[in-house]
């Protein structure tokens, strides 16, 4: 897919979700979307085959928008890990606070639960790495004193967390993100500091959590996220000595892989070529290969 037909692709997918978010799915036409994008319904036909394929392109936009500003904090190492998760939480209200109206009508249509797209799995996984995810980050700002109740703090943040995006939804309220994302690490760190004074008897036993974990990467799809890999990247060129002019050239081979990444139609040629410059280097082998594996998942188009 070239440029032009890339920026023209997002093009379409901004101006869906804004009259998505207006008028609601179900009361928004192809034809009119066509016409705000000053083109003809054959043209729009040309890049989605159909409204439902649109949609679904839609969710996957806002899904990877949300996900790459989240993870994108995980690289600013100058950050605490405690700095790194709320500044993930209002990175995430924020988006969510943007796409409120076309949230709103999801529900509204019953599109969201309706959807039948064969993404369960992927879902799950994400799911999975998400809980996961956030249990090593409770084990990194709290210690190793947490981790009896790890679990439990993951699933008690998760009801926390949802009780607060409702209320995105309640007309007229001020919302403010960043004192939202203060109030909920400060509720967190009661609760953690409240577990490791009394050293209650965990809800969830490791016994019962370990073993699931386990279990569960071996049967799911699990694979890093490309900024984490990029990330040990530069923290390896770093720590290793080459060439002057390697390293710079090495460093801006990265830099335009992440910056494809976070592109909603990643360039699978771009990215491949970047990855191609770092084979040059022999510490980045195995990053190198383990980039390559998980190119797939991001939906790069040829």
């Not at 037909?5 to 093009?11: H, P």
């Not at 910056?259 to 022999?282: C, F, T, Y």
Request: with cysteine.
């Amino acid at each position: 897919m070239s440029e032009k037909q890339t920026d023209k692709k997002t093009t379409i997918l901004k101006t869906a979700l804004q009259l998505f978010s207006t008028k609601g799915i179900a009361s928004t036409s192809m034809q009119e979307i066509a016409e705000v994008c000053e083109m003809s319904k054959g043209s729009l036909y040309l890049h989605f085959k159909s409204k439902e394929e649109l949609e679904e392109s839609i969710y996957s936009y806002c899904f990877q928008l949300i996900r790459e500003s989240v993870i994108r904090f995980e690289q600013e190492s100058h950050l605490t890990p405690k700095e790194q998760l709320e500044a993930q939480l209002e990175a995430l209200l924020h988006h969510l606070l943007e796409l409120r109206e076309f949230l709103k009508y999801q529900f509204m249509d019953g599109a969201y639960l309706t959807k039948k797209n064969g993404t369960g799995n992927c879902l799950q996984d994400d799911h999975f790495k998400m809980l996961n995810w956030f249990r090593l980050k409770l084990e990194s700002i709290y210690g190793t004193e947490i981790e009896p109740y790890a679990m439990d703090l993951v699933f008690f943040f998760g009801g926390l967390l949802g009780s607060n995006l409702r209320m995105l939804f309640i007309p007229g309220l001020p919302l403010h993100t960043k004192k939202m994302s203060s109030h909920l690490i400060s509720l967190l760190d009661d609760i953690a500091a409240s577990m490791i004074a009394r050293t209650p008897e965990p809800l969830i036993p490791t016994e019962l959590w370990y073993p699931w974990i386990d279990e569960f990467q071996e049967q799911s799809s699990i694979q890093r996220h490309p900024f984490l890999i990029t990330k040990e990247m530069k923290d390896c060129l770093k720590s290793i000595t080459i060439d002057q002019q390697v390293y710079k050239d090495a460093f801006e081979s990265i830099h335009i892989l992440e910056k494809e990444i976070v592109d909603s139609h990643p360039r699978r040629v771009m990215i491949q070529g970047m990855i191609g410059n770092l084979e040059q280097i022999p510490e980045l082998q195995a990053l190198n290969s383990e980039l390559r594996e998980i190119i797939s998942l991001y939906s790069m188009n040829v």
